[in-house]
């Protein structure tokens, strides 16, 4: 059996820095929410580029991240945003598996772009597992964030080769985003004046936004005065409009069911722009057909998989 060790301590925590992988799938029919990491595309690239399976957790790091000192011999690789991540000062490169010796400290700056970097260490870290996922969920107890912690463990392997990913495989992030939506369930609730307001204005992303949902501020959007739908399951990027017309993109760590109607449901190839988003950022939503979301999935799920499979980098 091969025993955790230390692997980094920690200096500072960051604003939020937790433990994150794909989530706890099989159980929101149970009431325990998905979690999982927000961009989950750049969680999966981290993986990748250091030889792990693509659903180990990672650290993700919000805006503000952690100073980590390494303890031993290691391999990491950040993803996601650009928060001028450095090692002994030096800046790191990004989608680079990058190896780490003991001594060493990782540390973070303002952002550049983007919101949420991911950092995956090749091995894995020794953390809580819940209904099979190690994603924190602070709101329902399950682990817990870096402010708790003084010491991350792990099994780490160090790998000497780097590993970048190719340019036109990285993913580039704004503060004024396109998406494609999925028309909702509850689209006999929105008018077609609803319908309009909502695909034709530009929506501001609220500072309030958090890992639950991403509240937007918009030109109201008036649902029908006498609403009769059933709590339901929701899905993560689902766009709920309460009463007050301001719509909610419910996002990792939302509730397992919802009764707001929902007017539409982001696709998941577009759901990493919205985790990207800085407060105040833009969002202007378009509709798709299912089956053409069903292609966008599946053309990402199969580029990951020949990734993984037959390691394309340069």
Not at 10 to 34: A, E
Not at 52 to 66: D, F, M, Q, Y
Not at 106 to 127: H, Q
Request: hydrophobic residues 40%; contains cysteine.
């Amino acid at each position: 059996m091969i025993c955790s060790e230390i692997v980094f301590k920690v200096h500072k925590p960051g604003i939020f820095t937790s433990f994150q992988d794909l989530g706890r799938i099989g159980y929101q029919q149970f009431g325990v929410p998905v979690s999982g990491a927000m961009d989950q595309y750049a969680c999966q690239l981290a993986n990748i580029l250091v030889g792990n399976l693509r659903n180990k957790a990672c650290l993700e790091v919000t805006l503000i991240g952690p100073t980590l000192e390494a303890c031993t011999e290691l391999t990491i690789a950040i993803t996601g945003a650009d928060l001028q991540a450095k090692i002994n000062g030096e800046e790191a490169p990004l989608y680079c598996a990058v190896p780490m010796h003991k001594g060493d400290i990782l540390s973070f700056g303002a952002s550049r772009n983007g919101v949420r970097a991911y950092i995956a260490m090749a091995g894995e870290f020794d953390c809580p597992s819940y209904f099979g996922s190690k994603s924190v969920d602070v709101q329902n107890g399950f682990g817990q964030t870096l402010e708790h912690m003084s010491v991350i463990k792990g099994i780490p392997l160090y790998v000497k080769r780097k590993i970048k990913l190719a340019n036109s495989l990285i993913p580039t992030y704004s503060s004024v985003v396109s998406v494609a939506v999925i028309e909702g369930p509850h689209m006999n609730h929105f008018t077609e004046e609803s319908r309009a307001i909502f695909f034709k204005q530009l929506h501001i992303v609220e500072p309030n936004s958090n890992r639950m949902g991403y509240r937007l501020h918009s030109q109201m959007i008036p649902t029908s005065k006498e609403i009769n739908s059933w709590t339901d399951a929701v899905p993560f990027g689902g766009i709920q409009v309460p009463p007050n017309g301001q719509p909610i993109i419910l996002m990792a760590d939302r509730q397992t069911t919802g009764g707001y109607p929902r007017i539409g449901t982001v696709i998941s190839n577009d759901i990493p722009k919205i985790a990207q988003l800085v407060p105040k950022g833009k969002i202007g939503f378009y509709p798709v057909s299912v089956e053409e979301a069903q292609k966008r999935i599946k053309r990402k799920e199969r580029e990951l998989y020949q990734l993984q499979t037959f390691r394309q980098f340069m």
